[in-house]
Each structure stands twice: as structure tokens, then as C-alpha cells.
């Protein structure tokens, strides 16, 4: 079975500030991996995925997560951190080989804090 | 374009109860998925409706069910409700067409159970 590991639960940074957010996952075929973000008090907003194709995926207010099969890793990074940036984050895997599209397996979230 | 909507946004039931969440999906989407949120266990999937049909499901039990309307339209059955059955519960339309398909999600239900 697919599983996502995200590493920390919370991280801090400063605004302005590398943004990194690692996730890591199994898979035993080629996977399909997303990372969400969600405010609080609301549902999942698609950051970006991985499909095929470009290793580098970039996605919405500035983010974007590079797909490293050798380490099996799909960190999230953004340049400089904003105080809007403040959430938690998930990064899921799709099991669409098999099973239908809708089965996405979430890793436990990371809380990013932005400090002014 | 109308986003995903869920009611009620919020429930209060006691143990035993049981209660009906309703997901309506993007117009034109044919998939709705169904997914717990809890603070221990995360993000989980409970199943998936594709044209009124059970595609998938997660590892939930029985009291746990659903069903799609042909309208798209899907809700989700909790009975016998117990305590550890608070949660937010989170929807998801996308075509279902394609698995790189982007689900979009609600704003969820959050159902605290008494």
C-alpha cells in the first residue's frame, strides 16, 4: 500500500525566508503526488502536482516541489516566505494505477508559522 | 463556476443519532469523493461516487455509507453515531475522467458528536 511521510509536524520560519516542507512517499509504481494547503476553517486548495513528464513542478503563489524518484521525495519549496503563507499543509499520492482516482492518501500535514 | 458546497456546515448530534452530509459538486463533475479530517488520524478517505455508482472504498465501517444522485449531487450516512465520529468531513468533486484529475475540495462539515 502507498503511504506519505511528512516530516515535522510544524516549522517555523521568518518572513522572507526559505520555505521547505518535505515529503516523502512509498510506492510500488509510478506515483501521481499533490501537495494541498488548507486555511483554517476551510477545505483543500491544490498547491500543485506531479503527473508526468517535468520533474519540477511549479504551482500557485509561488510554490513549487521538485519530484525525486531516487529518494522518493516531493519537497514543497517557496523562495520567500509571506505571512499569508501561514496553513497547513498536505501532501498526498494518488493511487490511480489501480484503484480510482478519487483514493488520495494524505501524509499527517505540516503547520507552517510565518514570523513578521 | 460555483465551487464545491456542503451542508450543513455545522452539526451537533448525540451518540446513537445519525446523520445526513450533502456535497454538491462543481457543475459538470461526475466524481465525488469522501474524506474524514481528525486531529489523531488525519486526513482519511471514506469512498468515491462515480455516476451514481461506488468506485472505491476506504477502511471505514458499515455505519459509514453514501450514494450519488444523478444530478451529481452525493451524501454521506453516518448511524449509530459515536463519539469518535466527530470530525470534519471533507467532499471532493472532479470529472473522474482521468486519475491526474484535480479534486476540488469543500469547505467541509464539522460534526461534533455529544
Known amino acids: 500500500a502507498q503511504s506519505v511521510t511528512q516530516l515535522g509536524s510544524h516549522v517555523s520560519v521568518s518572513e522572507g525566508a526559505l520555505v521547505l516542507l518535505r515529503c516523502n512517499y512509498s510506492?510500488?509504481?509510478?506515483?501521481?503526488l499533490f501537495w494541498y494547503v488548507q486555511y483554517p476553517n476551510q477545505g483543500l486548495q491544490l498547491l500543485l502536482k506531479?503527473?508526468?513528464?517535468?520533474?519540477l513542478v511549479k504551482g500557485i503563489n509561488g510554490f513549487e516541489a521538485e519530484f525525486k524518484k531516487s529518494e522518493t521525495s516531493f519537497h514543497l519549496t517557496k523562495p520567500s516566505a509571506h505571512m499569508s503563507d501561514a496553513a497547513e499543509y498536505f501532501c498526498?499520492?494518488?493511487?490511480?494505477?489501480?484503484?480510482?482516482?478519487?483514493?488520495?492518501?494524505f501524509g499527517k500535514g505540516t503547520k507552517l508559522s510565518v514570523k513578521p | 463556476k460555483a465551487g464545491v458546497t456542503q451542508t450543513p456546515r455545522y452539526l451537533i448530534k448525540t451518540r446513537g443519532q445519525q446523520v445526513t452530509l450533502s456535497c454538491s459538486p462543481i457543475?459538470?463533475?461526475?466524481?465525488v469523493s469522501w474524506y474524514q479530517q481528525t486531529p489523531g488520524q488525519g486526513l482519511q478517505f471514506l469512498f468515491e461516487?462515480?455516476?451514481?455508482?461506488?468506485?472505491n472504498k476506504g477502511n471505514f465501517p458499515g455505519r459509514f455509507s453514501g450514494r450519488q444522485f444523478s444530478n451529481s449531487r452525493s451524501e454521506m450516512n453516518v448511524s449509530t453515531l459515536e463519539l469518535g465520529d466527530s470530525a470534519l468531513y471533507l467532499c471532493?468533486?472532479?470529472?473522474?475522467?482521468?486519475?491526474?484529475?484535480?479534486?476540488?475540495f469543500g469547505p467541509g462539515t464539522r460534526l461534533t458528536v455529544l
Open positions: 471532493a468533486s472532479s470529472s473522474g475522467q482521468l486519475f491526474t484529475d484535480t479534486q476540488y
Open positions: 510506492s510500488s509504481v509510478p506515483p501521481y
Open positions: 506531479y503527473t508526468t513528464g517535468a520533474t
Open positions: 498526498a499520492v494518488s493511487e490511480g494505477h489501480g484503484g480510482s482516482q478519487g483514493n488520495l492518501i
Open positions: 457543475s459538470g463533475h461526475r466524481s
Open positions: 461516487y462515480f455516476s451514481e455508482t461506488q468506485r
